[in-house]
């Protein structure tokens, strides 16, 4: 995909629609400005929105989990990578044998004695001669970065083979513990933070310690060395930092989990995508192969090519839903796999047999308790026990998504559907329509979700920002009656300007339609620089830098400027304009009592707009009003290839203060997006 967009193709075809009126592009010489009139109807109903309208979707995608929102900083740290992941993958990747001084020593993984079923591989290693030291030492992902004066807990499982020589006569470990140094180096070996321990014994025994760097490093390493001849066998390789967001342990990484807690998301939709119904039926993402000390938890490729983890697993997600405010929206399997399966195309959807579909069913039935239960049922008792006994509130439910809506899915859907509803009336249960906003799939998708009066449906679209233009008008045209929409993944392809507003622009539809469209999310979320697979995404980011896209920040603007009233609005232009092209959606928000008017204009001219707020009691005349305008191919990262490639100039919303009243003029810049917050009263 291209990452940037030639002037000529953001000229935009003329529409004229209610509540917008858009019209032809206009060239950078001629750039007068044009006028419009915009009535905020006060005096007439308002017609609620959805409290929950604009949420995020994650996705453990171009690396958005293991080496990116989960902090961890060893990369393969239970030595379970496998070509599986990716062709040249083993379970030794990321790590390398250290000799240090006139150490001599070798490796190897092992599978005899694991810590767990679901964990089954370790590594051991062999000191013939410890010389300065054998071990392994970890490169994490991309490097590893680290602050001085930070506290970074190290954990790991280890137990003793022998001491000294690894058969007959002095092979034992009676009373020596093996010697052990783990470190922090720079990547050339200087030692920005050291601790000593030992190991001791035949049983896995988890061992802690603290490291503190002297010394920032954004490339750092993770060093393990024995200091003594013998055998040691370890797992489960941990570093942290012990400032994650909340300070929560095997948490997340501060700075962008705070990106996202910025969006003021209402919920968050998790782990995908197609990650949730996966690559065949082996891959499915099974929620509670996910929770439980972290060592026990079954690790598998993801479908995008790479490994998962599940450190970040379903208790963090919903911890982190709580941590800032957003409901946990859980999308499980629809008991059949993505579509694409073994690279088909299309034609690779497997369905559980039907034998298996009890057991599956409970699953999904066995969620729903271990997130809403009593700590005294049986599923409640494991949140419980992960230190969280009251519910999390789990309301919605994600089933399934864009499948091929096929004979196989349907029958397996409706089980699931049934079972919910039947025990469970009080779960939103979202079904889902297909990858595209029309065709085959969405067809199906709706004939089937009317059969069966499905509460919502997650509708998903990627398309060019002309087609969102074109299109502001969509949702005024749904059925009221039928099932309301979740628009899951929606994208404009691509991280200019343009593309930002052609979205805010589809935004404040959702906002008109928010009484039809109840919760729409923009996907993906986050892009690790130099790892991408999916273009283009909200927040790129490195070991060491949050780069939030132009588009983020009007998810943002959304997101901080929510109203739960929609108030009709009319807008006209001046009749010999052709050079506006302007969407605007006015707002009530129901605690401050604020009116927020938001406008986008996408054209090159900016409008002179006359607002009155036609029935207001009382408008206090000091606002304030967000900007965000400026070239429009602008784009707020470099190439998400390259993983250096930073851009020092991002371009965000302004804030200034501004004078209002009922009546009151405002220029609406070009290619720009503004809020107007005004407060009402005395
Ligand atoms: O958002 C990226 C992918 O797009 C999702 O995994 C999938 O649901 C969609 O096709």
Redesign the pocket.
Same mark, same amino acid.
């Given at each position: 995909m291209s990452m940037t967009r030639s002037r000529a193709a953001i000229a935009a075809a003329a529409v004229s629609l209610s509540g917008i009126v858009m019209q032809n592009e206009t060239s950078a010489q001629d750039a007068a400005p044009q006028t419009a009139q915009i009535t905020i109807r006060l005096d007439q109903p308002a017609r609620p929105i959805s409290p929950d309208l604009f949420g995020i979707?994650f996705?453990d995608?171009n690396h958005a989990a293991d080496g990116g929102l989960y902090a961890e900083l060893i990369q393969n740290r239970s030595f379970d990578f496998q070509p599986n992941s990716r062709p040249t993958w083993n379970a030794l990747t990321g790590w390398e044998l250290l000799t240090r001084g006139s150490g001599k020593g070798n490796w190897a993984i092992d599978s005899a004695l694991p810590i767990h079923r679901d964990n089954p591989t370790y590594v051991v290693l062999h000191v013939n001669d410890a010389g300065d030291g054998v071990g392994l030492r970890n490169e994490g992902f991309d490097g590893i970065a680290v602050k001085a004066g930070e506290s970074y807990d190290v954990s790991f499982f280890a137990r003793q083979l022998y001491m000294n020589q690894r058969w007959g006569a002095g092979s034992s470990i009676e009373g020596k513990p093996m010697p052990m140094i783990v470190r922090l180096e720079s990547k050339e070996g200087a030692v920005l933070a050291e601790a000593s321990l030992q190991v001791e014994g035949r049983e896995w025994k988890k061992i802690t310690c603290e490291l503190k760097p002297t010394q920032s490093d954004a490339n750092a390493r993770f060093v393990v060395l024995a200091t003594a001849r013998g055998g040691v066998a370890m797992d489960e390789i941990s570093l942290f930092p012990r400032a994650t967001f909340r300070n929560r342990p095997n948490g997340l990484r501060a700075d962008l989990a705070q990106a996202l807690a910025d969006l003021k998301p209402k919920f968050i939709r998790f782990p995908?995508?197609?990650?949730?119904h996966g690559n065949g039926l082996g891959n499915m993402y099974r929620w509670k192969d996910t929770i439980g000390p972290t060592e026990t938890r079954k690790s598998q490729p993801n479908l995008w090519g790479y490994h998962q983890t599940m450190g970040l697993g379903y208790f963090e997600y919903f911890q982190f839903c709580e941590d800032i405010g957003a409901k946990p929206l859980p999308v499980v399997p629809a008991g059949v796999s993505c579509q694409n399966s073994g690279h088909t195309a299309g034609v690779g959807q497997q369905c559980l047999p039907m034998e298996e579909m009890p057991a599956y069913i409970q699953e999904v039935l066995d969620l729903i308790e271990w997130a809403n239960g009593p700590a005294t049922s049986t599923w409640g008792a494991k949140r419980a026990a992960a230190g969280h006994p009251e519910p999390f509130g789990l309301q919605y439910l994600g089933v399934g998504?864009?499948d091929h809506i096929t004979p196989g899915f349907k029958e397996r859907f409706k089980m699931i559907f049934d079972a919910v509803r039947a025990k469970h009336p009080e779960i939103t249960v979202i079904g889902t329509v297909g %990858?595209s906003p029309a065709g085959r799939d969405w067809e199906e998708g709706w004939k089937f979700a009317n059969e069966l009066n499905l509460p919502m449906v997650d509708e998903?679209y990627?398309e060019s920002p002309e087609w969102y233009l074109k299109n502001l008008g969509r949702y005024d045209k749904y059925d009221r009656s039928k099932s309301k929409v979740y628009l899951?993944?929606y994208a404009s392809r691509g991280n200019t300007l343009h593309n930002a507003l052609a979205e805010a622009a589809y935004l404040t539809s959702l906002e008109r339609n928010g009484d039809v469209v109840h919760l729409a999310s923009y996907? %993906?979320l986050l892009c690790k620089l130099g790892h991408v697979q999916?273009h283009p995404d909200l927040i790129y980011f490195t070991n060491t830098q949050v780069m939030p896209s132009v588009n983020y920040y009007v998810q943002q603007m959304f997101g901080v400027h929510a109203g739960q009233f929609y108030l009709p609005t009319d807008i006209a232009t001046s009749e010999n304009s052709e050079k506006s092209l302007l969407a605007v959606s006015s707002v009530r928000d129901k605690t401050s009592g604020d009116i927020i008017l938001k406008l986008v204009n996408v054209a090159g001219n900016p409008v002179n707009a006359k607002v009155s707020m036609a029935g207001a009691k009382k408008v206090r005349p000091d606002a304030v009003v967000s900007v965000l305008s400026g070239d429009p191919l602008h784009v707020n990262h470099g190439d998400p290839r390259a993983r250096d490639n930073v851009s020092p100039t991002a371009m965000i919303p302004r804030d200034s203060a501004m004078q209002v009243g009922a009546d009151f003029d405002y220029t609406v810049p070009a290619h720009s997006f503004s809020v107007i917050r005004m407060r009402m009263g005395d």
């Open positions: 979707f996705e995608l995908g995508g197609c990650l949730a998504n864009e %990858p998903h990627y899951g993944e996907a %993906p999916w």
